[in-house]
């Protein structure tokens, strides 16, 4: 069956001489993997291949078959088309982190159509923020992630509770016995990102390098609690030294 659907490109792996075997988290149908042939060759007329790129956005006529793990595209072009993100590697550092949570995160085939709608617009806004606006962006997608997957962080940073305790999955008046935990600033910072709702506002909260890390390495901890396949995410790294 042939369906149309917007989709958010997440891997493309070589295949024989000429083809791909593509992951997209599409509107439609979840994450779905995708055989599409012809696409490495210089006798193709376009380079098709290079919107098989990891967060492209595209616009996708599938052929949909029940119970089939690798499907396959009949068209597919640019949704949108990015001025910055792929050329700034501060903002394509980001977009690869991001793109390589979701493809961690999200099991095959299960449909987050709320999810999808926010991580598409949230690339074309990476795209189009200047970038000394986005080093929040990767903790504001990680927890918008988790929220929409319905892990939910209870309470708020106060005096009276101003501890994050990671067993708990809350803001505490006492000190965790053990875990790591945040607290002062970092408890106060994280408290702040959970409130936002304009992402374009994210530049207004004020934090270092080192307490970015301590927050991406706490929130994702939170959410090893809750999924077993996460894993390690390995953009990570690059992106921390992106971010310095």
């Given at each position: 069956?042939?369906?149309?659907?917007?989709?958010?490109?997440?891997?493309?792996?070589?295949?024989?001489e000429?083809?791909?075997?593509?992951?997209?988290?599409?509107?439609?149908?979840?994450?779905?993997?995708?055989m599409?042939?012809?696409?490495?060759?210089?006798?193709?007329?376009?380079?098709?291949?290079?919107?098989?790129?990891?967060?492209?956005?595209?616009?996708?006529?599938?052929?949909?078959?029940?119970?089939?793990?690798?499907?396959?595209?009949?068209?597919?072009?640019?949704?949108?088309?990015?001025?910055?993100?792929?050329?700034?590697?501060?903002?394509?550092?980001?977009?690869?982190?991001?793109?390589?949570?979701?493809?961690?995160?999200?099991?095959?085939?299960?449909?987050?159509?709320?999810?999808?709608?926010?991580?598409?617009?949230?690339?074309?806004?990476?795209?189009?923020?200047?970038?000394?606006?986005?080093?929040?962006?990767?903790i504001?997608?990680?927890?918008?992630?988790?929220?929409?997957?319905?892990?939910?962080?209870r309470?708020?940073?106060?005096?009276?509770?101003?501890?994050?305790?990671?067993?708990?999955?809350?803001y505490?008046?006492?000190?965790?016995?053990?875990?790591?935990?945040?607290?002062?600033?970092?408890?106060?910072?994280?408290?702040?990102?959970?409130?936002?709702e304009?992402?374009?506002?994210?530049?207004?909260?004020?934090?270092?390098?080192?307490?970015?890390?301590?927050?991406?390495?706490?929130?994702?901890?939170?959410?090893?609690?809750?999924?077993?396949?996460?894993?390690?995410?390995?953009?990570?790294?690059?992106?921390?030294?992106?971010?310095?």
């Amino acid at each position: 069956m042939l369906q149309n659907t917007r989709g958010i490109v997440l891997r493309s792996v070589k295949y024989g001489e000429t083809s791909l075997i593509t992951s997209v988290f599409t509107e439609s149908q979840g994450v779905q993997s995708y055989m599409v042939q012809g696409v490495r060759t210089s006798k193709a007329k376009t380079n098709k291949a290079a919107l098989l790129q990891p967060a492209t956005l595209l616009e996708l006529v599938i052929y949909q078959k029940p119970q089939v793990n690798l499907q396959r595209i009949k068209e597919y072009q640019y949704a949108h088309i990015y001025t910055s993100l792929q050329e700034d590697i501060v903002k394509n550092s980001i977009a690869l982190f991001s793109v390589e949570l979701l493809l961690r995160l999200l099991p095959e085939h299960a449909q987050q159509p709320e999810l999808f709608r926010f991580s598409f617009e949230y690339f074309k806004l990476l795209d189009k923020m200047e970038t000394v606006s986005v080093a929040n962006f990767p903790i504001y997608f990680i927890i918008q992630c988790g929220h929409l997957m319905g892990y939910e962080i209870r309470g708020t940073y106060s005096n009276i509770t101003p501890y994050l305790s990671l067993q708990d999955g809350a803001y505490t008046e006492h000190l965790p016995p053990m875990g790591p935990h945040l607290q002062d600033d970092e408890a106060r910072a994280l408290s702040a990102l959970l409130s936002v709702e304009d992402p374009a506002k994210l530049k207004d909260i004020h934090m270092n390098a080192t307490a970015r890390y301590h927050i991406m390495d706490w929130y994702i901890a939170f959410l090893h609690q809750h999924t077993q396949h996460l894993g390690s995410i390995r953009s990570l790294a690059v992106l921390q030294a992106v971010l310095h």
